[in-house]
């Protein structure tokens, strides 16, 4: 492999600011500059400095950079995270809250604005990104875990935070609704059936059980159930295909390139379940002999780059999403969608539901409240049944935890059918 040097110029500001139902209030904000120097000569030597301003890194490098936000007239970008402002355009949603008579309840805003330079081998490359959110968290009466509703936004404008109130609190409301009305039935399942995953945050499922799994440095390890041998080959039903990039999404529109300053020459990954390509950073890349990388990325400066997803999409198949249902004699419809947990060792994972329905003769029928769903990874990335016509994006408040590092993602798909996953009740109730 040939000697390269990249040099990471970050700089980034964090905002975090919450309100609960005890009317306790919390706000931090966190600003930091810095660089990552990484040299590889037939091994990485890696270091990172903390800069007290960007006029600091122009003197460590020795060379003019300039990092001023600018909009499109060129004129300087303010930030906006206010948390007196955002209080009051959202008192709606405190309100609701407060009527719900939960047992307790809190709502956190987030504001996240980076702005990189990569220097690699003496070219340089800028990349920004601006996000927004807010997460509601509600435990209901007689529940110990909360269930969480949230939406965010990228691409940036320098516009501030602003939320779908009447949606977001109708989503809160339908989910209380549905574990209340849950408690009425007592619904167990002791074999495996289809699931049902609603359109958009859904395909946070194949993000894990299959996004990671086509990590390099997994499969360089031989974590993964994946290996390079696979590239080429049916993983998949022919009626999935999955890609890194949809021209119609601007929630990474900023990010022009990877923080090696690497942009991937195919934006496939699986093409009508073949795999076409995998997930890899350029050191990997080199060791997996593949032809195509792009995809490093780190939390800031004080970090080490690893191969990791920006955005993965389900791209949406031709049936009718009723068809997936009508198809359906016994299974659930899950959506709104928690957090997951995979295990490559045993080839198994575990995936929270929020919010679920059982399917009946091919109708949606009784409320389950929270479920959870497992299954073998292998088996069920070959039990895509069907792929629906009614492709979205989702939330915008999907994230990603890596080795010590949290990182915005992007996901979407259409509505998917699944065979072979094993239903349990919530783990926490």
């Known amino acids: 492999m040939k000697k390269f040097c990249v040099d990471l110029i970050d700089d980034t500001y964090s905002g975090y600011f919450s309100i609960d139902s005890l009317d306790k209030k919390e706000y931090t904000i966190k600003s930091k500059t810095g660089i990552l120097e990484r040299n590889f000569d037939d091994q990485w030597t890696s270091s990172s400095h903390e800069l007290t301003s960007i006029k600091d890194a122009v003197e460590f490098l ?11 007239k060129g004129q300087p970008v303010d930030f906006p995270f206010q948390p007196g402002k955002i209080a009051k355009e959202n008192q709606y949603i405190f309100d609701f809250l407060q009527d719900l008579q939960a047992m307790e309840w809190k709502v956190i805003f987030r504001a996240l604005r980076s702005r990189r330079i990569i220097i690699k081998n003496g070219k340089e490359k800028r990349t920004g990104f601006e996000h927004f959110s807010i997460l509601i968290k509600v435990r209901l009466k007689d529940r110990r875990n909360f269930i969480e509703v949230g939406e965010g936004s990228g691409g940036g404008g320098g516009q501030g935070p602003k939320f779908n109130q009447n949606g977001l609190t109708s989503r809160v409301k339908e989910i209380s609704d549905n574990h209340k009305l849950a408690e009425n039935y007592n619904v167990t399942f002791n074999e495996k059936i289809p699931v049902i995953l609603s359109p958009g945050d859904g395909a946070i499922l194949f993000h894990e059980i299959l996004g990671h799994a086509l990590e390099a440095d997994y499969i360089y390890l031989q974590r993964s159930p994946i290996t390079v041998s696979h590239i080429g080959r049916q993983i998949m039903p022919a009626n999935v295909t999955v890609v890194t990039e949809d021209k119609n999404d601007s929630f990474f529109a900023g990010i022009a390139c990877d923080d090696e300053g690497e942009t991937p020459k195919s934006a496939c990954l699986i093409e009508k379940g073949i795999l076409r390509n995998i997930i890899s950073d350029s050191f990997y890349k080199h060791l997996l002999d593949l032809k195509n990388c792009g995809h490093s990325r780190v939390e800031d400066f004080t970090c ?25 004699p016994y299974g659930v419809y899950a959506r709104e969608f928690g957090e997951a947990k995979i ?35 292998s088996e069920v990335l070959g039990s895509v049944e069907m792929v629906a016509n009614d492709f979205r994006f989702d939330k915008g408040i999907s994230y990603c935890f890596k080795n010590g590092q949290t990182l915005n993602v992007r ?19």
């Open 304 to 328: 080490l780059p690893m191969p990791r997803m920006y955005a993965l999409y389900l791209k949406p198949g031709g049936c009718d999403p009723e068809e997936l249902i009508a198809s359906t």
């Open 411 to 429: 996901v979407g798909q259409p509505t998917v059918k699944i065979n072979n996953l094993w239903v349990t009740g919530d783990a926490n109730d």
């Open 62 to 72: 020795d060379k003019k950079i300039n990092l001023k936000l600018k909009n499109n």
């Open 343 to 377: 295990y490559f060792d045993k080839n198994v994972f575990y995936f929270n539901i929020h919010d679920a329905r059982l399917i009946e003769k091919g109708k949606r029928t009784i409320p389950l409240g929270s479920i959870m769903i497992k299954g073998d990874i």
